[in-house]
């Protein structure tokens, strides 16, 4: 699947959608491996099949193979570390920010591509995720890396809009499911 197939499958009501996919996936703050290791890894955590698939494809033409396996790996580690790091900060114990995580996270260190990029797209999966605690961490990352503020404001863009695409096209699945659409 495409894109462009990706699009027409959007409803009407979400044409904005439609529009904000294709802009979005262009940026002068970021270079195209930044652009589309973000979007790779956003609907990798948005986790829709179609969403996943379609930009994948896409994005073959624009990442090499260390970098589509690092964007990938983002969401893996990120699925993780998320989770456990939002739990850290919404403890009402002050006990779990002091534990180690006791958590492999060796792809962080060493992630086959430049650190900053994997750091873009581990923002971008925090922001789909929600976890504050990981979002401060890599933003801060980045910004002492020498991303600008509009290219985590792109990052972050590219992931709100796919994560949306997600959401929409499995609520119209869902509607045709149940014949109300």
């Not at 973000?38 to 609907?43: D, E, G, I, P, R």
């Not at 994948?56 to 790091?85: C, F, P, W």
């Not at 009402?92 to 792809?107: H, I």
């Not at 499995?170 to 499911?177: D, H, K, T």
Request: glycine share 6%; charged share 20%; proline share 3%.
């Amino acid at each position: 699947m495409s894109i462009d197939a990706l699009k027409a499958k959007l409803p009407d009501y979400a044409k904005d959608l439609k529009l904000n996919l294709s802009n979005v996936l262009t940026s002068t703050s970021l270079t195209p491996q930044q652009v589309w290791g973000a979007a790779v890894a956003s609907a990798l955590a948005s986790r829709n099949a179609e969403v996943i698939r379609a930009i994948v494809g896409e994005a073959r033409q624009h990442l090499s193979d260390a970098a589509m396996t690092a964007a990938k790996a983002s969401a893996a580690i990120m699925g993780m570390n998320n989770i456990y790091y939002r739990f850290v900060h919404l403890s009402g114990s002050p006990d779990f920010k002091t534990l180690p995580a006791r958590l492999r996270m060796q792809v962080i260190g060493n992630p086959g591509v430049d650190k900053v990029d994997f750091e873009l797209w581990s923002l971008a999966v925090s922001a789909v995720n929600g976890c504050g605690m990981c979002i401060e961490s890599h933003e801060h990352e980045v910004l002492g890396k020498g991303i600008t503020k509009e290219g985590v404001q792109d990052t972050i863009r590219i992931a709100a809009v796919i994560h949306a695409v997600a959401a929409a096209i499995e609520g119209e699945a869902a509607l045709a499911e149940a014949a109300l659409a």
